[in-house]
Nanobody, 123 residues
Framework: VQLVESGGGMVQPGGSLRLSCAASGFTFSNYAMSWYRQAPGKAREFVAGITSNGGRTNYADSVKGRFTITRDYARNTIHLQMNSLKSEDTAVYYC?????????????????WGRGTLVTVSS
């Protein structure tokens, strides 16, 4: 059972990056997926989320209109397209999976976290 993030790196302000998170070891379609981030010296915060069926998304106010979360059921992967990046977007970005209560079973993990990928926005 794991989530593996990729796509982080350094980019100039105003630039774009696309993060990916590959899921394995659990039934991807039974889980709501999210991105969180943690900047140096700050608490981890919610960035974006997508429901298990992909029908709804939600975003932190700070990224609305700039970031887009999507999910690919064929590849058990989610993406975060980040545009118009700002220095304050600099953080480690974490992928998160939470089981939908209707699908919860004792043998399924209730929640899974990835190890994170670093995004640095700097000139």
């Amino acid at each position: 059972v794991q989530l593996v993030e990729s796509g982080g790196g350094m980019v100039q302000p105003g630039g774009s990056l696309r993060l990916s998170c590959a899921a394995s070891g659990f039934t991807f379609s039974n889980y709501a997926m999210s991105w969180y981030r943690q900047a140096p010296g700050k608490a981890r915060e919610f960035v974006a989320g997508i429901t298990s069926n992909g029908g709804r998304t939600n975003y932190a106010d700070s990224v609305k209109g700039r970031f887009t979360i999507t999910r690919d059921y064929a590849r058990n992967t989610i993406h975060l397209q980040m545009n118009s990046l700002k220095s304050e977007d600099t953080a480690v970005y974490y992928c998160n999976a939470k089981v939908v209560p209707a699908f919860a079973r004792p043998e399924y993990p209730a929640e899974v976290w990835g190890r994170g990928t670093l995004v640095t926005v700097s000139s």
